[in-house]
């Protein structure tokens, strides 16, 4: 078997909850006829899908001829291809993820295996979910409460919220540091969850690394007694060392790995014990092998892994497939409750979402499909879909 072509496109749509929903999807063309479709991160909203695309179609002719069911290799190859271009961080190694996990698909689909077995078979036969509760146009502890109540209600046994984007009291739109106010405010909210949910439900906090070393390390002490599930990215992920210095101050769990990409980055943090629990994001830290390299490495550590995740269903059920392999799954990320469409962009095994978990595909490949006919209407900014 030998890869005929490689194409992308990015699709999405504002929501004005969501912070915005843009993926991009790369598929992989075969002269036997199979394809396999990937999805990778986009970097947020905006024009910024386009540079992930762009990368992806760059990488084309290095991927024409090659045989995909050699996987590592192919993935060795590009990363190495663009070791000076920058292949460990973004665009290239959001490209590089959605690749592997387009070529996983057919490798499974060509086998007529799942990919989870392809990876030693699964641990699980579902996959645990957390609630993002986002915070909303309101910021009261009630408020706070009641959203958490909501998720509790739908089977969820775990949330999270944010808490670094209140503006309540905020001292100044450059500086990160927490004043009295705002200090004061954020742990009220968190108060207000925990006083709803009791300490039956998990909770964890997420701070989108908007904080300074030392309100980061005052807030994790204060939130102690609340026990939570983690306090996520106190502080910004370029500092290591600072992250560790937090993790050492308090009992909080620590939790971190949005925007770390590829064992080696995940390596650091483990040399440094900088963190309790990693977040990687499987749709751009790598791909599907490399997901399940980073849980490993991180069980040698005795580290539990909670993927952050804002994937499609398909992007989401290539996350699964790694989470189903590994031991030490702690949780994945759902952030889509407020995305009407969100399940109408794939076809599979529906709903793909059910009383706070999803279901881990049998099916030969990822097991998930874009839907054509919707995918085609949600277009980014006019962009072409495949041929």
Known sequence: MKITDVQACVIGRQEPDSGGSVWTFVRVYTDEGITGTGECNSGGPGYSGFATKYAILALRELLIGENPFNINLIYEKLRRAGRYGGASGAPLIFAL????????????????????????????????????????????????????????????????????????????????????????????????????????????????????????????????????LWLEEPVPAENVDALAQVRAASATVICTGENHYTRYAFRDLFAKQACDVIMPDLAKAGGIAEGKRIADLADAHYIPIAPHNVSSPLGMMAACHVLAAVPNFLFLEFHARSIPWWSDLCDGETPFVQAGSMTVSDAPGIGVELNDAVAKTLLWHGDSYFD
């Open 97 to 228: 993820t959605g690749i592997d996990n387009a070529l996983y698909d057919i490798v499974g689909k060509a086998l007529g295996l799942p990919v989870h077995t392809l990876l030693g078979g699964k641990f699980r036969d579902s996959i645990r979910l957390y609630a993002d509760c986002h915070f909303g146009a309101e910021d009261s502890p009630a408020s706070f409460g009641d959203k958490a109540l909501e998720a509790v209600a739908e089977g969820f046994s775990a949330v999270k919220f944010d808490v670094d984007g209140t503006g309540r009291g905020k001292l100044d739109a450059y500086n990160w540091t927490a004043g009295a106010q705002e200090m004061t405010h954020i742990i009220s909210l968190v108060a207000g969850v925990r006083d709803a949910i009791g300490f039956e439900i998990d909770l964890a906090v997420d701070c989108h690394g908007q904080f300074d070393l030392p309100s980061a390390i005052t807030l994790a002490r204060a939130l102690e007694p609340l026990r939570l």
